[in-house]
Each structure stands twice: as C-alpha cells, then as structure tokens.
C-alpha cells in the first residue's frame, strides 16, 4: 500500500533556456518531515510553488495523497497548509482580523480556531496589531498561523525559520516535530541552512541548479561527514616522510599541515603519534577533524568550503 | 477604501449641486469670489431639475467610469501588490469563484457608488431649492441614470484583467484615464457609438444627441468588451503560472 503523501515523477520545469527544476522524483511518507535543502536560485521555491498548483510543471506530474496536483483540483487544499517564500497579509488588517479571513475562506465553523493557532504561534501580544506594523520575525509567525490554523494534514513550508530569532527558531521546530511525531502531519520543509534542518527532518533531500543530487536519512548524516587527522610537527618534511615510508597517505594543506583521511587512523590517531615519536619526530598538533554540516553540503553541490 | 471612494463620489455630485447653485444665485456667488460666466453656463439651459439631472448624468458617466474602474483595479490590483494572492490560490475554492466573487464585490461596490452619487445629488438640489421638480422628469432621470449605470459595469472586466496581467493597478489607472481620453476623441469624430468606453455616456445624454445615436451594434460592442475582460481575468487565475 503506498503510504506517500507527497509524490514528485520527473518534475520539470524551464523557462525559456533556464532549468528551474530537473526531472525531479522524491517522495515523502506521511509522518515524514522531509528537509529539502538548496541554495539560493536552486529550485526549492518553484518546486514548492509546483507542489501548490501555483506553477504548471513543464513536464512530470506531482501527486498529494495520490491525488493529481493541478490549478483545477483545489479540494486538495482543504488537508494542505503551506507558507511561500516571505508572507503577505493585508496590511490595514490586524493579526486577529487576518486570521479571521482564513478562518472564513476556509469555511472553518470553529471561531476558537483563531485564537488556539495565535496561541500556538506566540502571537497573543500582537493580537490587535495591524499587519504592517508587525515585525519580520512576528509576520513569519503570522504566515505559519495560517498556513496550521485548519489543522491541515500535510504542511509545506517554505524557509519557515526566515526572520525568527533563535527562541522562535527552537519553538517552530518543536511545532513541527510535535506535529509529525504525535498527530501524523506530513511535512515538506525546504531550507538552505543544514543545520537547522538536520536537527528534526526525518529525510533530506539535496538540490542543486534544479537537481536532486542526493537524498538521505537525517540519522545517517553524522556518519557520512567526512572526519580528518591534522598534523604538525616541527619538521614537517620529515614526519612526511616517515609516514609515508609507513605506506599511509598523506596530504599537505594550504595552512602547513598534514592530513590524513584513512578511517582507520584517524579512528586512531595514536598509532601516528607512536609512529612519529620513535622517528625522533614527535607531533606539535594531533588533531580529529570532522566536517561541519555546512561544509558536507557544499561537498555534496561540489562547490568550494565544502572538505573533499 | 470604500468610505473613501464614497466621499469621492458625495464630492463630485456636490460640486453638480454647486454649479446650479452658482446659476440660481448669481450675486451670492460673486460676492462669494466666483465669477461665472453665465453665457457659458447656459449650455445646460435653465437652472431647473429637469437641467440639473443631465447635469449629474453627464457627471455620472466620467466618474462612474473612473470609480468603476478605480474600484476594479483595486479589487484585483491589490492582491498583487500586497502580494495576497498566494493565500487565494491555496484555498479549496475554484480559481473561477475566486474572480467571480470579487467581480460582485466590484458590482455592488460600483451600484453603491452610483447611488450614493444619485442620492447625493438630488439632497444638494432639494436643499438649494432647485426649481421645476417633477415626479415624471425624475422618474425618467433615474431610468436613464441606472441604465448607464448598468452599462457601465460592463467595463470593469478589462480592467481587472489588466489589473491581473500587470501584477498591480497602475496600468488599469493609467489605462482608464486613456479610455477617457480617447472616448472624448471618438466624440468628436462620431465614432463614439462604436467605443466602448464613450458608449454609456452617450446613453445618458442620447436624448440630445441626435447626430451619434446608439445602435443594437454598440451595446454588442460593449457586451463583448465585458466578456472578453472576464474570459481573460479568468484565464489568468486558472490557466497561467503564478509566480
């Protein structure tokens, strides 16, 4: 039985000679928060957009609870709440009087539904403020209240942590881990942070000039960061040569240093150290070395920062 | 918004009250600083009710179409600029309720307007004490007024289809003001029956136009301007790329 909520098959889309998205499949299970990850101009937003109905892909087809995603199947919007890239509100409108709309729109008959979702996302001080008065930070708020505010069944967020501080960061992700672990919300989150991501997505999926390069088990990243043995010594020719001479492989980094890749020694870095104090040339730095999320994504695009 | 459109529209129909005011009391507007020239002013004949209709019916088809397509820009326009539109395109309503309810909102807000304008309008006369009232001329006055307010209607869909495709309203504005423009122009060369935007002013004043009658043929015009503005509006909302 197939449990995907979200189903993307070759999802494409090009204007004119630009590649936004390129055959595009992943799928995201429900329960699931799916991280999907990429730079700026990578395709997060317009794959997003496409998941809406907004855009009409070029070529592929894109499936919400097996059914076909299209400007023309808005019953599907009833179980989907989703935030696109920075949130509107009517200005001269205040938060309450906002979010009174949707409840309307959505022809949502519970009137409390507006004052459990400010509740939820913090806005109670802010309440009675118009829209245009409202901070960066307090209008992402404002934009997450109602993107939940129905309670919907699969949530697709797009860069959610914009403009929040760290407090409001924290809260989000706790929402949203909540929402998944405890009442079966599917997620779609896209991001350029890893980071953050990695702390509660479920999987991640990696996108680059419209590609999907790499799709992973967010418990599995630490083991895939790539982890080094920096040396120093005073005299670096010879520990080079001596541990060389020992068959292992070395390189010189752009600091002066040695680096050493091999798993097994840098699992154990004090074979090295004997190895260099019996050649009468002992180490002045012994250093474990391991990739930063940052680092392992600009690896993962193949782009500079990124440790090969 | 709306209450500012609205006292937009007391305004100008004050300003109709105004003009008769200044021709039945000739010295209170010199001695006021307003020196008219009542040779001109005579064009609308004498200062009576049945005068001061046409009056507010020439006034009703410049401004109606300025408010009508006003209020349409915005309607539309509005959800562009504030960058809304998002939210609408998310709900689990058709794209096509979605137009369709905010072209009744422009139609409700357009008749509100119209006959807030009307009923200003025959306040001011009443209270200045225009003479020659009549139960029959005013009865044919609001006829030939709500009729040109109906063509009117008709107008808003290009707007808001222009609206839509530019993202924002100030090419609808900027393309109202050119309709006006060019309206006037028609007139002087009587094509003004075969453009739509000269069409319902020509209604409202037809009785004294002999030299530009209307035609079945231009009420077709404008009913397929109206169409044609709402099959594009509605090819917006369903049919392309919402970025």
Redesign the interface.
Known sequence: MNTDIIRTESLSKQYDDVHAVSDLSLNVRKGEIYGFLGLNGAGKTTTI?ML?????PTSGVAYIKGKKIS??N?????S?G?L???P????ELTVRENLEI?RR???MDDKKAIDKVIDKLKLGAYANRKAKNLSLGNNQRLGLA?ALIHNPEIVLLDEPANGLDPAGIYEIREMLSDLAANQGVTIFISSHILGEVSRFATRIGIIHEGFLVKEIDANQLETLCSKRLLINANDLEKAYKVLSQQGYVLKKTPDHLLEMNDEFVVSQPDIVATIMVHASCPPTLLKVEEEDLESYFLKTIGMKGGIH | MFWGTILFFMFVSTMMGLMLFVQLHPEIASKLGMIGDKASMLRFGEPNWQNYFKLLMMGISAIGLVGNGFVASWVFGREYTDHTVKDLLVLPVSRSSIVFSKMIVIVLWSLILSFVYLMMGILVGLFIDIPAWSADIAWSAFHTYAVTSFLILFLCTPLAFLACYSRGFLLPLGFVILTLIVANFTGLVGLGPYFPWAIPGLYATSSGTAAMPLHLVSYIILLATGLLGLLGTLAIWRLADQK
């Open positions: 957009r809406l109905g907004m855009i009409r400007s023309n808005t019953e599907l919007w009833k989907v989703s696109v890239e920075i509107f509100s009517y200005p949707v729109l959505r022809f109602k």
